[in-house]
Structures are given as structure tokens and as C-alpha cells.
């Protein structure tokens, strides 16, 4: 079959209604947070993208929805040289930019936003930027709990974080007063070596429980709802596994190039970018077993064990299992787009590879001998993100005579996006004389009954940081075993020198390349 459709199959749609709850509280109270403790929130890297399309825009949001704690302070650290009105002006634009600007609200907002040039490789910087806000706390009432988010180019870690570490800005803090927390952004190290070293030197200053280490797929509605979905219901877990399910897909595929990236994303490639962190997250939560308590040890537990269960590729079978793409030239709805190697910044005879689909094992009980299928892509005909389980088709099929071999077997959709919705496929009678089979799905959509407000990912994200809770955060153990998970393929793939062999180019606007039929 085609992993890569839709599952729509022509197949008609039958939504069912969602019950109104009876849960004995308000859902609308769901998405409110608990305040968090007053605190600091000091953005390295403030001039930068993400602090302007996402930083700034999920905290005025959680800000004009209540969910700020009372105190807060927010400090933007950049080299840029500006003063506060300047860096106000430029986070204002950037919610003017897109729409989310509340004017009644901004004035108390900017009100708490601060701006320091910091030198990152300045010892005396950090020792000024503590001195400062340590008056913050006085004025403000802060009451010395910091949040220090790196928005910075992955190579600036360890320097901040050892000159964090040094202006006593990290663990020595603890038992002073307040709390000290450090969020660092994907890519944690390039492969298992680097990652094991960035997690020493964070190690020396900031202990485990301080360390949120994002993926901001973790907080999107719908990823939170598949554990919720497996375990708040008795009726899936029963035909979850090997005995029903014939193979599971895993997709998250982009029409978006490498846009303004070319410097990271030449580095990276799509294994480093989507299937180190995102697509090994929605592998782990489809597959990991209940945790005893919902409680972010043992749920981080339980998906390590999903990591530690991966089958290592065979290398000398590595195209077997494995097909890495590149996107040339074509259309994406409608308008030409250019080749991956003819992007701004992009080597010309670049070898990173833009697409990949993994075909992989768990080696345990549950699921032995069941495919995962992992896709990601840029450049792709759609965004979709979603896991597709296919079931086993019937044993038998009695309608052999009318309906020929086979029939369509059951699918169960979990969208993520564009769709937030749950899908089951399954057949039903043709109204009419003739006996004809259809294919009908049943939809659960994820806002039905619900028009409050929706946090984003980075809402989330950041609540949780403020409340101190990592649950959907990585935990170092599970990096470092995707890590050796993933390094021998890469390596397989960067160093031996017949890369050119394995990367297959696909027209943009495709379904990626032709060979992934094959694995
Ligand atoms: C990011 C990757 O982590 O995730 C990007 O660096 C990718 O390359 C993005 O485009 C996809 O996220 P989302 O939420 O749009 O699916």
C-alpha cells in the first residue's frame, strides 16, 4: 500500500457528536494554568527570530489571558546594542506582524520587558546582568526565580552556560533564595559525542531537574492527547500491539523549504532536524507502554525504554531501511520554486538530505515484527503531520465472491495537523440491493464542543517552565540513546563518501522521492 496517502480513499465521513461532558468541572477551566511563582524570564538571543514570531508573542498571550504569574519581569539579552524603548518598539512590531497586538494590553505588558546587551563570551556581562537582576527583584518582587531561555545558535550553549554558571546564575543558587531554571533549544549536540559533552558542561551548573530541554511538538494539543487517547480509554490498548496491528506510519511532511536556515540547516539535514527530537517523540508515545502514574519521571521513563527497545539498522543493509531525499526544483500550489541546492546560502552540490523515510523495529514484547514507518520532508505536496495505525485486514473474507480479495482494512488516523482530529476507517454496507462494501470514517474532531481559547505549543512550553514541570521535556538518557540510534547512520551516510549514491532527488510538490516504495 501506499503509506504515504491521506486515508481518505474516496471514503464517506460520519462525525460523531461529542457527549457534553459531565466531568464535574468547567473545560473552559482547562486552559488556564496555574500561576506560576513570580520570576524572571531572561531571553538570550532577544533580537532573534524565535523570540519575535514565538518568545514574545506566546508570553503577551499567556499575558492577556491570564496566565502570567504576578510579578513577572521579562529581560531581553542580545549583542545588538538598542535601549528599552528600542527593543519595546521592536516587540510590538512583531505582534503587529502577526495580528495579536491587543492595545489595551500592551502598555502594562511592555511595561515589563527589559533589554540588555550582553557579550557572550564576557565574563563581566554576566556578572552585571546578575547585579541587575537582582534589582529587578528588589523593585519588582521577583523574589530571585529566574528563567534563562538560550534563543541562540546551538554553539553558544556551553559559553553561556559556563558564563551563566560562573555569575552564579545556576545551581549555586538553590539553596540562597528563588530558583533557577535554563530551557535550551533543539538540537541538543549534532551527535552522541556532542550531546554528551553539552549535557557535562550544562551538568557543572545547572542540575537535571533545572534543564527543560524543548521540543515543541511534546506541547502541541494533540501530541499530549495520544497518551490521553491510549490510556484514558480501555478499549485500544487491548489491539494495541502485534497481534492487530500490521504497521504503523508516522508522517510530517512540509511544503516549506529551508526558507532563511541554509547556515543551520546545510548542518543539520532532516534527520538532525525532524527525526532526532519530533518524529522519535511521536514514535515513543505511540509505542511506550502505561506509566504506573502520570507523572513526569515514569512517563519519561517509559519512553526511554521505547528507545532503548530500537532494532540498530544494519549497516550493510542500510537502503533496506532507509531512503533520504533532496527536493529539486518544481511547484508548490502552483508557483515554481527552486531546487534545494539553488538556495540562498545552500552549497551548490549540497548533500543534505531534505527528506527521509525510515522504516524501523521495537524490539520487545509488544511489538515485535511491526514496521514503523517515519516520513518527514520539506518541499512536500501537503503539511500533514499525523500517525496512521493500520490494522491487520480480516482473516477471512466471506465477501470473497462479490468483492473480490481483499478489503480495505481498518486505519486509525491520529491527526495532528492540518486535521486535530481522530479518524477510524472501517467498512460498512452500500445501502442498495447489490451487496457493496464501503468505507466510511468515523471523526472525533479535537475542537468539536470547544470554542475557548487554544494555547500554542509555546504557551505551553513555557507555563511548564514557569511551574517547574519537565514532563514534556527531554530527559538527557533519551537523547543520548536516540543519539546512538541515530549517529551510525549518520556517520554511515556524511562519511563514506558514496552519499551522492544514497540520496535520491525528488520534484518539489511530490510525495518525495520514487524509491521509498521500496522499504
Ligand atoms: C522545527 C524544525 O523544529 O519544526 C523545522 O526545525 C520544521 O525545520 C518545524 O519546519 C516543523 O514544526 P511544525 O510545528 O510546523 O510541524
Keep these: 500500500m501506499n503509506h504515504h496517502d491521506k486515508n481518505n480513499y474516496g471514503s464517506q465521513s460520519i462525525t460523531i457528536k461529542a457527549k457534553a461532558p459531565d466531568l464535574g468541572f468547567d473545560p473552559e477551566d482547562c486552559i488556564g494554568a496555574e500561576h506560576g511563582e513570580p520570576c524572571t524570564i531572561v531571553i538570550f538571543g532577544a533580537t532573534g527570530d524565535l523570540t519575535a514570531r514565538k518568545l514574545v508573542p506566546a508570553l503577551f498571550n499567556l499575558y492577556v489571558n491570564d496566565g502570567m504569574p504576578d510579578p513577572f519581569q521579562i529581560v531581553g539579552c542580545g549583542r545588538t546594542n538598542m535601549n528599552e524603548l528600542q527593543f519595546k518598539d521592536r516587540m510590538k512590531n512583531a505582534l503587529g506582524a502577526i495580528n495579536i497586538l491587543n492595545h489595551t494590553k500592551w502598555p502594562a505588558f511592555a511595561d515589563a520587558l527589559r533589554y540588555r546587551s550582553v557579550d557572550y563570551e564576557q565574563p563581566d556581562s554576566f556578572l552585571n546582568l546578575s547585579e541587575f537582576l537582582k534589582d529587578l527583584d528588589k523593585k519588582h518582587g521577583t523574589r530571585g526565580n529566574r528563567i534563562f531561555y538560550l534563543a541562540l545558535p546551538p554553539t553558544l550553549y556551553p559559553p553561556v552556560i559556563q558564563m551563566l554558571g560562573q555569575a552564579g546564575l545556576g545551581n549555586e543558587r538553590e539553596n540562597d533564595n528563588g530558583w533557577s531554571r535554563v530551557v535550551i533549544e533543539k538540537p541538543f549536540g549534532r ?229 486535530e482530529k481522530v479518524t477510524l476507517l472501517f467498512q460498512t454496507k452500500n445501502p442498495g440491493a447489490r451487496v457493496c462494501l464501503r468505507s466510511v470514517n468515523m471523526d472525533f474532531s479535537y475542537h468539536q464542543n470547544y470554542t475557548g481559547p487554544v494555547l500554542d505549543a509555546y504557551e505551553k512550553v513555557l507555563i511548564d517552565c514557569m511551574l517547574g514541570d519537565q514532563m514534556l521535556f527531554w530527559r538527557q538518557d533519551s537523547i543520548e540513546h536516540c543519539w546512538s540510534f541515530l549517529t551510525p547512520i549518520l556517520n554511515e551516510c556524511e562519511t563514506c563518501g558514496n552519499r551522492s549514491e544514497t540520496l535520491q532527488f525528488y520534484e518539489s510538490g511530490s510525495w518525495g522521492p520514487q524509491a521509498v516504495e521500496n522499504i
Design 191 to 419: 551527535d552522541l559525542k556532542t550531546a554528551v559533552e553539552l549535557n557535562q558542561s550544562v551538568g557543572k551548573y545547572f542540575k537535571e531537574h533545572q534543564v527543560f530541554r524543548i521540543d515543541h511538538y511534546l506541547a502541541k494539543e494533540t501530541v499530549q492527547n495520544i497518551l490521553m487517547f491510549r490510556f484514558a480509554n480501555a478499549i485500544f490498548e487491548p489491539i494495541w500491539n502485534r497481534r492487530y496491528i500490521d504497521h504503523v506510519n508516522i508522517l510530517a511532511s512540509e511544503t516549506l523549504g529551508v526558507e532563511h536556515r541554509a547556515g543551520y540547516y546545510e548542518q543539520a539535514g532532516v534527520i538532525r532536524d525532524m527525526f532526532q527530537n519530533h518524529m522519535m517523540q511521536l514514535l515513543a508515545l505511540t509505542a511506550m507502554e502505561a506509566p504506573s502514574q502520570f507523572e513526569p519521571y515514569r512517563v519519561r521513563d517509559e519512553k526511554l525504554k521505547v528507545f532503548r527497545s530500537l532494532r540498530p539498522f544494519p549497516i550493510e543493509k542500510l537502503q533496506e531501511h532507509i531512503v533520504l531525499g533532496q527536493y529539486d526544483r518544481g511547484e508548490i500550489d502552483e508557483n515554481p520554486v527552486p531546487a534545494y541546492r539553488e538556495e540562498p546560502g545552500i552549497n551548490p552540490d549540497s548533500l543534505t538530505p531534505t527528506y527521509a523515510k525510515m522504516k524501523l523495529f521495537i524490539d520487545n514484547w509488544r511489538w515485535q515484527g511491526v514496521p514503523f514507518y517515519l516520513i518527514s520532508g520539506k518541499r512536500l505536496v501537503e503539511k500533514i503531520t499525523q500517525i496512521v495505525i493500520g490494522f491487520k485486514e480480516v482473516p477471512h473474507t466471506m465477501f470473497r465472491k462479490t468483492l473480490g480479495e481483499t478489503i480495505d482494512a481498518n486505519r486509525l488516523t491520529l491527526g495532528i495537523y492540518p486535521d
